[in-house]
């Protein structure tokens, strides 16, 4: 659905990295093997990450049927190509971002 890099201090703790870069999908069109935990990290939002590694793999939004697998969990991490940047007003202020994407203060405009 989208493919976009976060820095909010949200994905920032649970990442444990200065950004989470993610993909958007319909929940129903992702399946999950093999054995994962969970947590809240909000009331709406759960974070997944693998029982035996502890590597983060997912945050999902049950509610909206959304869940977001994080790049780097992918055997191949280049098809990971970002359409933007967003809640950068959390960015850390070591990072530079030159990277040409469209960047967002907050939450992106509503699309359609």
């Not at 940047?85 to 469209?102: A, C, F, N, V």
């Amino acid at each position: 659905m989208n493919v976009r890099i976060c820095h909010c201090r949200m994905c920032q703790a649970a990442i444990g990295a200065a950004f989470n870069a993610r993909m958007l999908f319909r929940r129903s069109d992702v399946e999950i093997t093999g054995e994962i935990r969970q947590f809240n990290s909000s009331p709406e939002l759960a974070r997944g990450f693998c029982a035996t590694c502890g590597s983060t793999l997912f945050s999902a939004r049950e509610s909206q049927g959304l869940i977001g697998l994080t790049s780097g969990t992918l055997d191949d991490p280049s098809v990971f190509q970002p359409t933007m940047h967003i809640w950068t007003s959390s960015r850390q202020p070591w990072l530079r971002i030159d990277d040409g994407l469209p960047q967002y203060a907050e939450a992106p405009p509503a699309q359609g």
